[in-house]
């Protein structure tokens, strides 16, 4: 269901070079969630893993969790098409804290409907920030996204996003406040999972918003003219702890 998926598929294979036989992973076809295991060898763990994301975010225990310590600055506009989103690449400096360990906010992209279900129930959309430590493990903030009012804090990325795969819109002059997109009600549903696409490494810190923020039906509709269904099925809680705090 990605709406160009079929270019993103040729550009991949030609990027690929002896491996042009191989499909390029998508979220439809032969590259689809389900075949991802099998594409290529280092794309073993999304078949084999037993601690993979998304979920179904229902049954949380209310339990003491990490605390998020959000220290997001500004950034400069980087929103870059890479064929399976949109993604914002943001400037050094913004951090999230988790019991005690620091780890740096990379970038922000979405997929539409949200990859994580409450209740089994998808949001319209979501946003994952994506930071990574020092020793390289990754910890992930999901924010659920509804229609509703019109969201000031998302207008510069979704009113710039790049129509083709590999266009980028960079403006120094655009100085973007990175909180400003987070739920003023930092509830959240934790839990240790993986990345939803290839190669679905583990090892995840995994922290999905329990509050929605909202853009218009006029944004969603924009950011699925580009890419609709690019969200990975649910996957097996495998009796992994799912905790819900503060």
Known sequence: MESHGG???HHAAHQEGEHHHA???SYSGEGAPAHWGELKAEFGTCAAGQAQSPINLTG?????????QVNYGSTTLHVVNNGHTIQ???DSGSTLTVAGKTYNLLQFHFHSPSEHTVDGQPADMVAHFVHKAEDSSLAVIGVLIQAGAESAALAPVLS?????????VDNAQVTYDLASILPADRSHFHYSGSLTTPPCSEGVDWNVMATPVQISAAQLDAYRHLYLGNARPVQPLN???LDMGM
């Open 160 to 168: 710039n996003m790049p129509a083709e795969e590999g266009g980028k």
């Open 23 to 25: 499909p390029h992973w």
């Open 88 to 90: 914002a690449n943001v």
């Open 7 to 9: 270019d993103a598929h």
């Open 239 to 241: 009796g992994r702890a």
């Open 60 to 68: 949380a225990a209310s339990a003491p969790v990490p605390a998020l």
